[in-house]
């Protein structure tokens, strides 16, 4: 079984820029969370989706946000880029709520 | 909110030492207990997890974890460290509260073990 597939895995923008990042789950898995990842903060949650409905939000900005497609796969994007933005961003997936989370390699964000 | 704290932000111990990595939250409900583990350019990978039953919980690699429910605390443990378990560990825990949706992480403990 494929896991969970993050694209792209690099990104470098500038400030003020935005940008989309893509996540595909494990077939089957109709959950997906997006996570930030920064050496300051460690792993911070941004938001869950289930059958293309945000069911939970982290204490983010509206600068960043979300939407799931019909097929479960995700994506996030973050509008008026800051450098305070770079970090990496993580997708997971599960099949049940009551389930561990799966997670993919991340996309590694460097805004300049 | 739920927080999660890990006390050990770095631990250095040499092969064969016995390791033990705190884990402590906040939150008096339904949760759900995991730790993690992220070794170097790898994705998060679930080491083991509590959910109810035996508080005595082993994972992959010789790795074992205990709930201790009125010190609100899951310790990872394991007898005898090899180079290859350097890694960062993550604590996490998800509570009924939201639906088990949300998982909330404790910093990580970087684990750097010498041969």
């Known amino acids: 079984k494929a896991g969970v597939t993050q694209t792209p895995r690099y990104l470098i923008k500038t400030r003020g820029q935005q940008v989309t990042l893509s996540c595909s789950p494990i077939?089957?898995?109709?959950?997906v969370s997006w996570y930030q990842q920064t050496p300051g903060q460690g792993l911070q949650f941004l938001f869950e989706?289930?059958?293309?409905?945000?069911?939970n939000k982290g204490n983010f900005p509206g600068r960043f946000s979300g939407r799931q497609f019909s097929n479960s796969r995700s994506e996030m994007n973050v509008s008026t880029l800051e450098l305070g933005d770079s970090a990496l961003y993580l997708c997971?997936?599960?099949?049940?709520?009551?389930?561990?989370?799966?997670f993919g390699n991340g996309t590694r964000l460097t805004v300049t | 909110a739920q927080s999660v704290s890990q006390h050990n932000h770095h631990v250095i111990l040499s092969e064969a030492a016995s390791l033990e990595l705190g884990c402590n939250y906040s939150?008096?409900?339904?949760?759900?207990l995991f730790w993690y583990v992220q070794y170097p350019g790898q994705h998060l990978q679930l080491l083991l997890k509590?959910?109810?039953?035996?508080?005595l919980v082993k994972g992959i690699k010789g790795f074992e974890a205990e709930f201790i429910k009125s010190k609100f605390s899951f310790n990872l443990r394991k007898p005898s460290v090899q180079w290859s378990d350097t890694a960062e560990y993550f604590c996490?825990?998800?509570?009924?509260?939201?639906?088990?949706?949300?998982?909330?992480f404790g910093t990580g403990t970087r684990l750097l073990v010498s041969p």
């Open positions: 997971a997936s599960r099949g049940l709520d009551n389930s561990p989370l799966h």
């Open positions: 077939s089957g898995h109709r959950s």
């Open positions: 989706y289930f059958s293309e409905t945000q069911r």
């Open positions: 939150y008096g409900g339904t949760v759900n």
């Open positions: 509590y959910f109810s039953g035996d508080p």
């Open positions: 996490a825990v998800n509570a009924m509260n939201t639906g088990f949706q949300k998982l909330v």
